[in-house]
């Protein structure tokens, strides 16, 4: 369950975040349904409304991520931790190519690109005009 965050802690997490899900890239001006911040470590797991346990995420991948803290990877089997946006840097874990599809380098990044299903058609699509207008999603 989500517990509230404070009107000024919502400004940090979203400005520190320059208004991008935090695992997606999605723009908020890009996206049907307002972002919203997301407990990376959830309530349940002992985590804090701080903002160091805070990310700036699309309803899609907020909803996707849940309470997860990890996922099995689907290239070995194993039980691996999801990216964290606060300890992690995306470029270690993950990375867009010229058709907007993301490619995992790492087992986080695995674990993360299935969870949350970063290369659902949407995302895709967005990628792709980044790519063409060379715009960065970053």
């Known amino acids: ?64 991520k849940g309470s997860d803290l990890a996922s099995v990877d689907p290239a070995t089997g194993e039980v691996v931790r999801l990216f964290n946006p606060r300890s992690d840097t995306w470029e270690d874990h993950l990375e867009v190519n010229e058709d907007g599809f993301l490619n995992a380098k790492s087992a986080i990044g695995r674990v993360t690109v299935a969870l949350l299903k970063l290369n659902r058609q949407e995302l895709l699509a967005i990628r792709t005009l980044f790519s063409k207008t060379r715009r960065k999603p970053r």
């Not at 802690?9 to 695992?23: N, S, T």
């Not at 804090?48 to 996707?64: G, I, V």
Request: proline share 5%.
């Open 1 to 64: 369950m989500s517990e509230y965050v404070p009107a000024e802690l919502r400004r940090v997490v979203r400005e520190r975040a320059k208004q991008r899900c935090e695992y997606c890239l999605i723009h908020e001006n890009e996206s049907f349904l307002p972002h919203e911040p997301d407990h990376i470590i959830a309530i349940k797991h002992q985590g804090r409304t701080t903002e160091s346990n805070l990310a700036w995420t699309c309803f899609t991948c907020n909803r996707a």
